[in-house]
């Protein structure tokens, strides 16, 4: 399996995640709200929970913020508003498929809007059905070629100690429950330590990222990805097109995610 392409999702940009942070924090808060609501506040026993915290946590969101995300799930919080997963299909130029993944608090208007965007960047909105069928959900890992030695070994701040890439690969694809490992070229970190895709089944996510944890490999961050079952080639132009389409679509506030079966 390759690595899912470089168009289909607003994770780990750091650039953009630090010049929109406050966009990006509202958006974190309303899906640790609903994974909250749907599984309970305690992230040891909810996962999907695990993994918005985490998230949240790589981008520097205060704990405060994450507490009341969590407690307005759980009702400990009083809010008012209830928010709620909604998942759009579409097509955009060129025939590409589209998945947008959303949190609302009107299901209503979300999809008038997320409608209008896709109209005025020359795509439609469909059925959900008929495009989710296209993908598949799998376990990303994002893992760095690094181990962390702490502090109190050297008397400075936590080091990322590099680990040698095809070591990192080896030692990863012995592990039970890993379908493919690839190297991320596009990710690398500011310090040079290369960063490793890791897919599983999604219902597999949970096991394999305590077993990578174990190795004591550093987990950069973890997601359920949608994977197209065949990837979508297009022309320079209809590239151009909908990659506007889906800065568009990542701008508006309800959308956590966008997915395409357009090839890297």
Avoid at 88 to 94: F, T
């Amino acid at each position: 399996m390759s690595g899912h392409s470089k168009w289909s999702t607003i994770k780990r940009k750091k650039g953009a995640l630090d010049a929109k942070r406050g966009q990006i924090f509202t958006k974190l808060a309303k899906t640790i709200t609903v994974c909250a609501r749907e599984g309970g506040g305690d992230p040891d026993s909810n996962f999907s929970l695990r993994l918005a915290i985490d998230k949240a946590k790589a981008v520097n969101m205060p704990a405060d913020n994450i507490d009341r995300a969590i407690k307005r799930g759980t009702g400990d919080l009083d809010g008012g508003i209830v928010m709620e997963r909604a998942v759009y299909g579409g097509y955009g130029p060129g025939g590409a498929a589209i998945i947008v993944d959303v949190f609302t608090d009107n299901k209503n208007r979300s999809v008038s809007e997320i409608r209008k965007i896709f109209e005025d960047h020359g795509g439609n909105l469909a059925e959900a059905d008929s495009v989710l069928w296209q993908f598949k959900d799998k376990g990303c890992i994002y893992v760095k070629c690094a181990t962390l030695q702490k502090a109190e070994k050297f008397g400075e701040d936590d080091k990322e100690i590099p680990v040698d890439k095809d070591e990192v690969m080896m030692k990863l694809m012995d592990l039970e429950g890993i379908e493919d490992v690839s190297e991320d070229a596009d990710n690398d970190t500011p310090g040079g330590i290369k960063i490793c895709d890791v897919y599983t089944s999604a219902k597999d996510l949970y096991k394999v990222r305590t077993s990578i944890a174990n190795l004591e490999f550093i987990i950069d961050s973890a997601e359920i990805v949608r994977i197209p079952d065949n990837k979508q080639a297009l022309s320079v132009t209809d590239l151009e097109k909908l990659q506007t389409l889906i800065d568009a679509l990542e701008e508006h506030d309800d959308v956590e995610s966008v997915w395409t079966n357009v090839s890297d």
